[in-house]
């Protein structure tokens, strides 16, 4: 998917799958109307995510696979469900949902896995998500494993220093920089096999390269490469690739 | 002349100094010549003509109107590419204004800074890059030389040479043998002989399921072996019979005339025998007066020879250190010495040199593997700082992913190399 498409894209819900997607809400609107002040809250914000997913008895994939048993599954791992290529990769390198990942991707879908298929801009508001992890654990197998004021504790999607985000990049290094990937991602910004790193929002740039400093990302050669890049040299990559063309 | 200029520095450095910029703008901008457009080359080409902007006059001298890229060549013998995938040609370098000579560089004239070409005149240089990729060392292996090597390919250096090969293998009479001569350290892509072994292999399987394949081999042990051996006792048990330099794998001759090899002493015949001789730099880079031994010894922070400021080596022909003679270090080394050589000539920022390499090898269909490193310059080396590599046991999908990203690298280095 374009990344125009995904800085674009709002959490609008299309009619149709809305009225398909709503079994689930009815199920629980009706059988047991939200006795929990926090899981009245977390349909309420599930709606947003609605229109593709569907949650509860009965649900089924729709635009998005459904969301029922989510906790400690791998991610992309539906056998019956057609995943982009960013899913698969995310399976192939055992990315498992849990609380802090779920908490990261919803912030940026595509931070986490760039080149989903998911077009969701993100919640920003870190409380609104862990509101939505919180009524999504409820559909997962043994939910009273996890103290129940968990949700309300999530850190931050990211642990970097705000210093680290606020470094102005140099892109001429940046381009100096940047020959150390394009031997495997295309400067031109293809992605047929290899995803695409260019017109990245600088601020994701940085955080995916740091996630995979600290290993919190698992592919190896990214691992590797991002590994012995300064915080410096981190932002003027995404400076460079950030404004290629 | 070169005894003139010595002359001057001696006696006067500071009139050198002014006599030698009013040189270079006589002659207007810049030159850097570039021999052989391989990874190395055709990278560095590519980059200093990009980077600069015009202000650097880019000439590239290569032979072959397509380049067959020696990576996926293997993958090709296997089957799973046509030769037409593997094919570049140099239309892209041109229009990133590089000056595309074909034609061979025959010599090299240090003191008149001049490229002698074979079809007659010469390129004069400010800078030269040689990456001229390899050369077979002469009775590396006895009993064959260039000469044999229609009866006894090495398909080392892609092109008509692995169609031969491939040919060949088509042509083996059932339950026939495969021979495989492997080559000594150091040599052009580690995994390369090992991962030819496994696309024969795949081959074999589905059209000649029982041909034999026997590996005579000087070394003790080789790259990924852990991973390879694993591959081929989970996909081709019984069919590859690897004799290292524990079991006499070195003390090996052939005979192109009767087809035979001799491994320790006991003689086989054989079908197809894939003789993959010692290797040296490219005869360039001996011509230039830059070798010592086999290879070019060059330093780690610009790729510059030890012989010579102004000339430089890149990729399998260069002796730098720890890195794996391999299209990727080639490439990875082009854009130090670009940046180098840019700064030298124009005064552009350089910046401090920092290289990496991945080597991705197919065992079997969507089963693929990798190695990788990370490098830094050092006073006396490239050294490694940090790497990786496959795990044995690694799931198919885990191996499926990895071929699938091999692909995308193709794409992506070749983009590179090419524009």
Redesign the interface.
């Known amino acids: 998917m374009s990344e125009e498409a995904a800085l674009s894209a709002t959490p609008d819900i299309p009619e149709p799958a809305l009225a398909e997607g709503t079994a689930a809400q009815v199920v629980l609107a009706s059988a047991d109307a939200p006795a929990d002040p926090q899981m009245a809250a977390g349909e309420d914000a599930f709606q947003q995510c609605s229109g593709c997913h569907e949650i509860g008895q009965g649900a089924e994939h729709g635009i998005g696979p459904h969301l029922n048993g989510l906790f400690g599954r791998v991610a992309g791992s539906h056998g019956d469900f057609r995943y982009s290529e960013a899913f ?2 995310a ?2 390198g055992a990315l498992t949902w849990d609380a802090k990942m779920l908490d990261a991707f919803l912030k940026d879908p595509r931070s986490l896995t760039s080149g989903t298929r998911m077009s969701f801009r993100g919640i920003k508001d870190a409380s609104e998500r862990a509101t939505l992890i919180g009524y999504l654990r409820a559909f997962s197998d043994d939910p009273a494993d996890i103290p129940e004021a968990a949700p309300t504790k999530q850190a931050s999607d990211h642990n970097l220093d705000p210093a680290i985000l606020a470094l102005k990049g140099d892109p ?2 940046g ?3 940047s ?2 990937c ?7 910004g ?5 995803p695409s790193i260019v017109l990245w929002p600088e601020e994701d740039f940085v955080i995916a390269m740091h996630a995979y400093k600290n290993k919190t990302r698992t592919h ?2 990214m ?3 991002a ?2 890049l300064g915080d410096e040299e981190i932002a003027a990559l995404a400076a460079y690739f950030g404004q290629l063309e | 002349m070169t005894l003139n200029r010595r002359g001057f520095i001696g006696s006067a450095a500071a009139v050198a100094g002014a006599l030698a910029a009013p040189m270079v703008m006589a002659q207007g901008k810049p030159r850097v010549v570039v021999v052989g457009g391989g990874a190395g080359g055709a990278t560095a080409a590519r980059y200093i003509a990009k980077d600069s902007k015009g202000e650097v006059d880019v000439t590239l001298i290569e032979p072959t109107r397509s380049y067959y890229t020696c990576f996926f060549s293997n993958l090709y013998i296997g089957g799973f590419k046509d030769m037409n995938d593997l094919g570049h040609t140099y239309g892209g370098l041109a229009a990133n204004g590089v000056n595309v000579v074909h034609d061979w560089a025959v010599g090299v004239d240090r003191d008149a800074k001049t490229v002698g070409l074979a079809g007659g005149g010469s390129v004069a240089y400010d800078k030269l890059v040689l990456s001229p990729g390899i050369d077979f060392v002469d009775g590396s292996v006895e009993g064959w030389d260039l000469s044999a090597q229609n009866a006894m390919p090495h398909a080392y250096k892609a092109g008509s040479q692995s169609e031969l090969l491939r040919a060949q293998l088509e042509s083996m009479p059932q339950g026939g043998t495969y021979a495989m001569v492997a080559p000594p350290n150091p040599y052009r892509c580690p995994p390369g002989p090992y991962e030819r072994v496994s696309m024969v292999a795949h081959y074999l399987k589905v059209n000649n399921p029982t041909a034999k394949i026997l590996v005579a081999d000087p070394k003790p042990k080789f790259s990924k072996q852990a991973l390879f051996e694993e591959g081929w006792n989970n996909h081709y048990s019984g069919m590859i019979d690897w004799i290292g330099d524990d079991f006499g794998g070195g003390n090996v001759s052939v005979d192109p005339g009767a087809m035979t090899v001799s491994i320790d002493g006991e003689v086989t015949k054989v079908d197809v025998c894939n003789v993959i001789p010692g290797m040296k730099a490219g005869r360039i880079a001996e011509l230039a007066g830059v070798t010592d031994g086999n290879w070019a010894p060059v330093n780690a922070a610009d790729m510059s020879t030890k012989a010579d400021a102004d000339i430089y080596v890149l990729g399998d022909a260069s002796q730098q250190g720890d890195m794996p003679k391999s299209g990727f270090s080639a490439n990875s080394q082009a854009k130090v010495c670009a940046n180098a050589v840019r700064g030298a000539l124009t005064g552009s920022k350089v910046f401090p040199a920092k290289f990496s390499n991945t080597c991705w090898s197919l065992i079997e269909t969507n089963d693929g593997v990798k190695v990788g490193a990370t490098y830094e310059a050092t006073e006396e080396k490239i050294a490694k700082v940090d790497g990786f590599i496959s795990q044995t046991g690694e799931s198919a999908d885990v191996r499926k992913a990895t071929y699938e990203e091999s692909e995308g690298w193709y794409t992506g280095i070749t983009s590179d190399m090419f524009g």
């Open positions: 698969q990769r399976k192939s001429e290094y381009e100096y920089l020959g150390e394009t031997t495997c991602h295309q400067a031109s293809g992605d047929t096999g290899i190896p050669v691992q590797m490469v590994g012995r």
